[in-house]
């Protein structure tokens, strides 16, 4: 890929980018009247086309599926029940991908539809078959347009919003560049409907964002109010998911661009439309790390003393049982579960190495002790530091952390507990847990995407 003249020296990485990952939401796509615009979709169409016989690979995740369903069923409005958005999405993601195939057709460019859920990124079979699927369609010449599968994707597995899938779909497909379109011309330090407001047009890193209040960019001209919020009716997407979502690709070493879909052809140019969230110096974080943090549904939780919450959170140790001092939910070794601090706030997420039924019976032990009296299969983390990513800061300092506590025999006084170095938990002299609780052997162990510590019954994709 050549650099553009209209392209900027700050946005060389967009206009270069090899492999180029596009979403459009379906504000961009319809009419005032939330019907899809087949202009609209022309001039994407030919704008990616361009980006295409300049010898780069694209992938378009589109919304629209619902919006194209509105019409055949006469509905008027987009409906608020699972079951009726499912069935508009079944009536029109045919439509859909067959407007996107006569307008890419014109180019001469052949399209194919991949449609995902949250669930294809969690189990590996299904995360790998997506991923050489894409790859395969683009090695083939053709054009995937993604889409979120929501006709069988249900509240509690599914992304809500095409902003973050198109991330994770960059990630998986190890894209040089995301853009995000839409009909906000990028970030803005304040709402431009009541009074001055600046377009933001880089971002460096998070502490860029500190004090801005995201508001909905409109472009001169661009319409009443009204026509706008019922642009707006047609998706789930504001600025916020778009700005999330272009967190999630830059940390991952993916520069992104969030403008609105009549600046695609400039924004693909590197040239200055919307705005520009510079990629993240250093290592690509490792696939499964990206998923369990923005893709991964908890299955349950676990409760950490204050202890415990400062070694995962601030020292990055692994969760030992000593610090864990309640359970909640019903979950496999394996799934990932939410960890909490004492007031009930999430503070990392992981993924389990043992059942919610076994977690009660070692809770407030030291593995030594647990492998000395039930085996050394026992004298494992119940996360691993491996397998866990931190979804909020550190415990303030100058509070006084909670200490597990251990019990003499004798006396029954408490005693601080010893924690042992490198992992968050201590010793107790509880009673151990019963026979039930002992893992079962002789499974495969595998904790997660890439990684070489174990976890039962469990495989996971690779980054």
Same mark, same amino acid.
């Given at each position: 890929m050549t650099v553009p003249d209209t392209a900027t020296a700050e946005r060389a990485d967009i206009a270069t980018a090899t492999r180029v990952v596009v979403k459009v939401g379906s504000s961009s796509l319809t009419t005032p009247d939330g019907e899809i615009d087949g202009m609209r979709?022309?001039?994407?169409?030919?704008?990616?086309?361009?980006?295409? /016989?300049?010898?780069? /690979?694209?992938? !378009?995740?589109?919304?629209?599926?619902? *919006?194209s369903g509105l019409a055949p069923l006469g509905l008027s409005k987009r409906p608020r029940d699972l079951a009726t958005q499912q069935a508009a999405a079944s009536v029109g993601q045919g439509l859909l991908i067959a407007r996107y195939t006569a307008a890419f057709a014109r180019h001469g460019i052949r399209t194919g539809q991949v449609l995902l859920s949250a669930d294809d990124l969690m189990r590996r079979t299904?995360?790998?078959? &997506? /991923?050489?699927?894409?790859? =395969?369609?683009?090695? !083939?010449?053709?054009?995937?347009?993604v889409n979120e599968n929501d006709t069988v994707a249900t509240d509690e597995i599914r992304f809500g919003d095409n902003d973050r899938l198109a991330a994770l779909v960059a990630h998986v497909t190890r894209a040089g560049a995301l853009i995000l379109l839409s009909d906000v011309d990028g970030l803005y330090d304040g709402d431009p409907r009541r009074g001055e407001a600046q377009r933001i047009t880089e971002v460096r890193d998070r502490a860029d964002l500190d004090g801005i209040r995201l508001?909905?960019?409109?472009?001169?001209? #661009?319409?009443a109010l009204g026509t706008q919020d019922n642009r707006k009716a047609q998706g789930i997407g504001g600025m916020a998911t778009k700005v999330e979502a272009a967190m999630i690709a830059s940390a991952a070493g993916i520069p992104t661009v969030v403008a609105d879909a009549a600046s695609? *052809?400039? *924004?693909?140019? %590197?040239?200055?439309?919307?705005?520009?969230?510079?990629?993240?110096?250093?290592?690509?974080?490792? +696939?499964?790390?990206?998923?369990l943090k923005?893709?991964?549904?908890?299955?349950?939780?676990?409760?950490?003393?204050?202890?415990?919450?400062?070694?995962?959170?601030?020292?990055?140790?692994?969760?030992?049982p000593a610090g864990i001092t309640g359970v909640e939910g019903a979950f496999d070794a394996g799934?990932?579960?939410?960890? $909490?601090?004492?007031? %009930?706030?999430?503070?990392?997420?992981?993924?389990v190495n043992y059942d919610a039924t076994e977690i009660p019976g070692l809770m407030g032990r030291s593995t030594r002790w647990l492998a000395s009296k039930l085996g050394p299969?026992?004298?494992?983390?119940?996360?691993?530091?491996?397998?866990?990513?931190?979804?909020?800061?550190?415990?303030?300092?100058? +509070?006084?952390? +909670? &200490?597990?506590?251990?019990?003499?025999?004798?006396?029954? #006084?408490?005693?601080?507990? =010893?924690?042992?170095? %490198?992992?968050?938990?201590?010793?107790?002299? $509880? #009673?151990?847990?019963?026979?039930?609780?002992?893992? $079962? $052997? %002789?499974?495969?162990?595998?904790?997660g995407p890439g990684t070489g510590s174990t976890i039962p019954g469990r495989t996971w994709p690779r980054s």
């Open positions: 979709i022309g001039a994407l169409a030919a704008a990616l086309s361009a980006r295409r /016989q300049d010898g780069g /690979q694209v992938v !378009l995740v589109s919304s629209g599926a619902i *919006a299904h995360y790998r078959n &997506a /991923q050489r699927t894409l790859d =395969r369609l683009l090695e !083939l010449g053709v054009l995937p347009v508001g909905r960019g409109l472009n001169a001209g #661009q319409g695609a *052809a400039t *924004a693909l140019g %590197g040239g200055s439309a919307g705005t520009y969230f510079a990629a993240a110096r250093g290592r690509r974080p490792a +696939t499964r790390l990206l998923w923005h893709a991964a549904v908890a299955h349950g939780s676990l409760r950490l003393d204050h202890g415990a919450v400062e070694a995962v959170v601030k020292r990055r140790a692994s969760l030992l799934d990932p579960v939410n960890l $909490r601090d004492e007031n %009930g706030a999430i503070v990392a997420r992981g993924l299969e026992y004298e494992r983390e119940v996360v691993h530091r491996d397998d866990l990513v931190i979804v909020l800061a550190a415990p303030a300092r100058g +509070t006084t952390p +909670t &200490a597990s506590y251990r019990h003499c025999r004798c006396c029954r #006084q408490g005693r601080p507990a =010893r924690r042992a170095r %490198g992992s968050a938990g201590g010793r107790t002299g $509880r #009673q151990p847990p019963g026979p039930r609780s002992r893992p $079962r $052997r %002789g499974r495969s162990r595998s904790a």
